[in-house]
């Protein structure tokens, strides 16, 4: 019986280890972390979730759907970033991070505002990508200037 039990967490300890995020998913966890920074959800920031996701992806409507649901859900389970900012490393190229970058900007000034949470999840986001400060600057003002 114990022997059981005890192969029953590390089965469960193994799944969460090897959860595999795709691109799009990772994505879509953290324009929603951003979304959720400062606890004020607007809906210029859904919107803004929604074209990005179908901007960058190309979706079809259902898979759009789900990847917004699942995306807003992996992100409110999530223990930390890494896991999605692991993923975006591994398969995505610097240009792809700019983009992924520019459009978290995008979702923090939907509304208009930048809330401080915003900004500081945003630069976390930012240093797990590898993403020099430079950058997160120049993507910023691209996205404010525009």
């Given at each position: 019986?114990?022997?059981?039990?005890?192969?029953?967490?590390?089965?469960?300890?193994?799944?969460?280890?090897?959860?595999?995020?795709?691109?799009?998913?990772?994505?879509?966890?953290?324009?929603?972390?951003?979304?959720?920074?400062?606890?004020?959800?607007?809906?210029?920031?859904?919107?803004?979730?929604?074209?990005?996701?179908?901007?960058?992806?190309?979706?079809?409507?259902?898979?759009?759907?789900?990847?917004?649901?699942?995306?807003e859900q992996t992100a409110e389970e999530a223990v930390d970033l890494v896991q999605f900012t692991q993923?975006?490393?591994?398969?995505?190229?610097?240009?792809?991070?700019?983009?992924?970058?520019?459009?978290?900007?995008?979702?923090?000034?939907?509304?208009?505002?930048?809330?401080?949470?915003?900004?500081?999840?945003?630069?976390?986001?930012?240093?797990?990508?590898?993403?020099?400060?430079?950058?997160?600057?120049?993507?910023?003002l691209s996205v404010t200037d525009s």
């Amino acid at each position: 019986m114990l022997k059981s039990v005890v192969e029953l967490f590390k089965r469960s300890s193994d799944d969460e280890q090897d959860q595999n995020f795709s691109v799009e998913l990772a994505t879509a966890a953290l324009l929603s972390e951003v979304i959720r920074a400062d606890n004020n959800t607007d809906e210029r920031e859904k919107r803004a979730y929604r074209e990005i996701l179908q901007r960058q992806f190309s979706l079809d409507k259902p898979t759009l759907e789900s990847l917004l649901d699942e995306g807003e859900q992996t992100a409110e389970e999530a223990v930390d970033l890494v896991q999605f900012t692991q993923v975006i490393n591994e398969r995505c190229d610097n240009d792809k991070k700019k983009v992924i970058l520019t459009s978290l900007w995008e979702i923090a000034y939907a509304d208009k505002s930048l809330a401080p949470m915003e900004e500081h999840t945003i630069r976390r986001i930012a240093d797990l990508l590898y993403i020099p400060h430079s950058q997160f600057i120049k993507t910023k003002l691209s996205v404010t200037d525009s």
